[in-house]
Structure formats: C-alpha cells, structure tokens
C-alpha cells in the first residue's frame, strides 16, 4: 500500500512541472492570440533576389554605341537603367569626341524585376565636339524611343538578356557646311543580346 501510495506521488510529483509548463504555454497562446485580435499582421520581408544587372552588348558596337548598361530594379515590375556611350576619333588634321548616355524605363509583364519580359520608354542625350585645323565646333541632341526584351537572371549572379530598342535621335552634323548647331535625324535601332553580372 505505502509503495503504490509513493509511486503515486512520484509519479505526480514527476509530471506535474510538464503538465504546469503545458498548460503555461496553451494560455501564453492563448493570450497572445487574443491579444493580437484585430491588429494588422506584421510584414513579412519578400526575397525578391538580384536587385541590379550590370552587362555588356557586343551587338551596339555595330551601331558606334559602347553597349555597356546598369540596371536597378525597384519591386517587382519596374527598373531603371543608364547605358553611357563614349567615341572618340583622331587623324592628323581633325580629331572628335562624342559623349551620350540613355536613361529608360523598364515595366515587366512577366517575372520579377529584372528578371522577365519587359517594355518602356528610353530618352537619350549626345555631345559631340570636333576639331579641324585648330577650329572647334560642338553641338547637343536628343533622342526618344522604346525598347522590348527579355531578361533572365542565373543562380542570383549571372544575366543574359535577348531584346531590340530604336530610338529617333537629333544628333550635331558638325561636318556640316550649315556651321555649328546643325543636325541630322535618324532613326537608330540596336538589337540587344547581352550578358553580365546580377547583384
């Protein structure tokens, strides 16, 4: 009787931190489930992996253009990219130095930023400065146009990207007769199939 009176309290006395710990943790849930009722829950952060692209299209060079982009998502369907041009040109009578860079805008119908199918708009600005026969002439144009394309982006690290821009630019004729200011209109189209890095 005094054994299994023991073994009853040993039992109990075993037990019975577990049951109370148990039981703390069901009204601990409780509580903050009750107390939680009606408040917004908290934001969980979304992995939307490489945010910037940096690559090189060997197809612009065709189109004297350097084919050297950065790109910077911001969400998940929109970007922003610069790709910088620079020439430069020299003979022994004359020499030349042309600077222009492309601001656009990408909006993915598909996929995430930058990674996906994509389109929008692009404006670009020039300079141009020329010297013949210790004569200076400059000039400044502009450009509007769109591009379209895809893009994907490997393991977080890798891009290659597949698409076509055309942009109707005023680009300084500075070989011109007219003088300085004058300008040539054209349209010009770069087909892109490019490669780099994603950050």
Not at 45 to 68: C, K, M, V, W, Y
Not at 139 to 158: A, E, K, M
């Amino acid at each position: 009787m005094h054994r299994t009176v023991l073994s009853i309290f040993f039992s109990l006395w075993v037990l019975s931190p577990g049951m109370a710990r148990a039981e703390d943790d069901v009204l601990t849930r409780f509580r903050d489930w009750f107390s939680g009722i009606g408040k917004p829950k908290p934001p969980v952060e979304e992995d939307l992996g490489a945010r910037n692209t940096f690559t090189i299209n060997p197809l612009a060079l065709s189109h004297s253009q350097l084919g050297i982009e950065y790109e910077r998502a911001f969400g998940r369907g929109f970007s922003l990219y610069v790709a910088p041009e620079f020439a430069y040109g020299r003979t022994p009578e004359t020499w030349s130095l042309g600077l222009s860079g492309t601001l656009g805008i990408r909006l993915f119908v598909l996929g995430t930023a930058p990674s996906g199918i994509y389109f929008g708009p692009e404006l670009s600005a020039n300079y141009q400065l020329r010297s013949q026969d210790r004569v200076r002439r400059r000039g400044i144009g502009v450009g509007l146009g769109g591009s379209v394309g895809w893009t994907l982006v490997l393991f977080n690290r890798f891009t290659l990207a597949a698409g076509f821009s055309a942009q109707y630019r005023s680009i300084p004729d500075l070989e011109s007769p007219a003088g300085e200011g004058a300008l040539r209109v054209e349209i010009v189209p770069t087909p892109r199939l490019a490669f780099g890095v994603a950050f």
